[in-house]
T-cell receptor
Framework: EAQVTQNPRYLITVTGKKLTVTCSQNMNHEYMSWYRQDPGLGLRQIYYSMNVEVTDKGDVPEGYKVSRKEKRNFPLILESPSPNQTSLYFC?????????????FGPGTRLTVT | AQSVTQLDSHVSVSEGTPVLLRCNYSSSYSPSLFWYVQHPNKGLQLLLKYTSAATLVKGINGFEAEFKKSETSFHLTKPSAHMSDAAEYFCVVTASSNFGNEKLTFGTGTRLTIIP
């Protein structure tokens, strides 16, 4: 089954404790992206990657890191989480070939930083 | 630059009556437009997309949307609401000017409530 998976689905952590949210897709997509969803703000892009070893900032990259060492995986790293990073996070992927391709979303990771 | 405005944060309709969710967009280039739906505690599912072909786009579950360039609108409609349509709906725009970043710009969402 074609899908984007994220782990963990739920995470409660404390300020300053490094964490990684994993994202994996099995569709051989070149393009992957991370979004955060906050009430009243919709989804905002954090980082994106057009292919292996190619990443760039989205609209709200502060406090986050990413890496793309393999095509299928695109982990989101919070080196020193803070309470304002409490949010619902979505990973997405698509074929990199223009704007007409559907982006497939993972199920989301709900992160709480205390 | 691109942006999306969803004109209603909350819409309530009775079961069996029409649904209209309004969306206006702004884009410097030819846009692609999408509607996504998010059911409670679920991920995002694509309802339909417009990519410069037919201006009236049909999607899943009886939804459709019409691209009106002159009005910069992409409103979502359904002739008859069903209880299972209760969810949050996002209007989304992207454009070929993003130089490889297929960034989706989301509206702030419209919560659809269906009254039995």
């Amino acid at each position: 089954e074609a899908q984007v998976t994220q782990n963990p689905r739920y995470l409660i952590t404390v300020t300053g404790k490094k964490l990684t949210v994993t994202c994996s897709q099995n569709m051989n997509h070149e393009y992957m992206s991370w979004y955060r969803q906050d009430p009243g703000l919709g989804l905002r892009q954090i980082y994106y990657s057009m292919n292996v070893e190619v990443t760039d900032k989205g609209d709200v990259p502060e406090g986050y890191k990413v890496s793309r060492k393999e095509k299928r995986n695109f982990p989101l790293i919070l080196e020193s989480p803070s309470p304002n990073q409490t949010s619902l996070y979505f990973c997405a992927s698509s074929l990199y070939s223009g704007t007409t391709y559907e982006q497939y979303f993972g199920p989301g990771t709900r992160l709480t930083v205390t | 630059a691109q942006s999306v405005t969803q004109l209603d944060s909350h819409v309530s309709v009775s079961e069996g009556t029409p649904v209209l969710l309004r969306c206006n967009y702004s884009s410097s280039y030819s846009p692609s437009l999408f509607w996504y739906v998010q059911h409670p505690n679920k991920g995002l599912q694509l309802l339909l997309k417009y990519t410069s072909a037919a201006t009236l786009v049909k999607g899943i579950n009886g939804f459709e949307a019409e691209f009106k360039k002159s009005e910069t609108s992409f409103h979502l409609t359904k002739p008859s609401a069903h209880m299972s349509d209760a969810a949050e709906y996002f209007c989304v725009v992207t454009a070929s000017s993003n130089f490889g970043n297929e960034k989706l710009t989301f509206g702030t969402g419209t919560r659809l409530t269906i009254i039995p």
